[in-house]
């Protein structure tokens, strides 16, 4: 799905989606079937178009990426920067050893966010960017994100204990984690990211190192869906 938004971004061509993947957070976000491709072929030959928000990512040498639901920065994409580097396990066990490890030596991430109306410094775990509302399969780390409404959700966990980021993340499955004290909300047209050393992941895949700068774009992409959402 990420290399078809590059194609179909600002263009008249629909996608049409067949989730296969580990997440399929964007097939959740437009009422798309999971598990049943046949359902999801159907979406295709029946369905109807519907207009959605893209979030543009400059990186610092300008070149631009296109994504449809979350940008991770910190913790998070630490996470999947080790586990691509490891070549054993396979599987998700591979995921949860590079866990295991980033929380080993877990640090404050000193980082700098720039939003239209201010400008905020902050010792975070992680920072996420939000067109759409879930990644990892569900997981609802920006919990009111729309893709239809021209604007970008932020959720930023500050840094703390590593017990407090395990009891954290179990209540991202239900977005309610964002009534902690220690996670702010942001909401924003454009966001610039800075912190050195960190690597931005965009809909699952590496995008590339800080600073980048992201924008909302309204009715950015066409995508075929069931009913309009």
């Known amino acids: 799905i990420s290399i078809g938004l590059q194609a179909a971004a600002l263009t008249e061509t629909p996608i049409g989606l067949i989730p296969a993947g580990t997440g399929n957070d964007h097939a959740r976000e437009f009422g798309i079937p999971t ?6 072929a159907d979406v295709i030959a029946d369905g109807v178009v519907q207009q959605s928000d893209l979030a543009k990512i400059t990186l610092a040498d300008g070149s631009v990426v ?4 979350i940008i991770a920065s ?45 400008v905020i410094t902050v010792d975070a775990t992680l920072v996420a960017v ?26 930023v966990v500050g840094h703390g204990s590593r017990l407090r980021l395990v009891r954290l993340f179990p209540r991202v499955y239900k977005g309610t984690h964002v ?3 220690a996670v702010q909300t942001y909401r924003s047209k454009k966001v610039r990211l800075v912190s050195e050393g960190i690597i931005a992941y965009a809909d699952g895949d590496r995008v590339g190192p800080l600073p980048i700068t992201i924008e909302a774009v309204p009715m950015a992409l066409n995508i075929l869906t069931h009913t309009r959402i």
Do not use: H, Q
């Open 179 to 181: 009534s902690l004290d």
């Open 66 to 69: 296109w994504s449809g639901t």
């Open 74 to 118: 910190g913790f998070d994409s630490l996470v999947s920067e080790r586990a691509n580097r490891m070549s054993w396990p396979k599987g998700p066990m591979r995921y949860n050893l590079a866990m295991l490890a980033e929380l080993a030596k877990m640090k404050p991430l000193p980082y700098r966010i720039e939003l239209d109306d201010e």
């Open 35 to 40: 598990g049943d491709p046949e359902a999801a």
């Open 130 to 155: 939000g067109n759409g509302r879930s990644y990892g399969g569900g997981m609802l780390i920006t919990p009111g994100a729309s893709k239809s409404d021209g604007l970008l959700d932020l959720t």
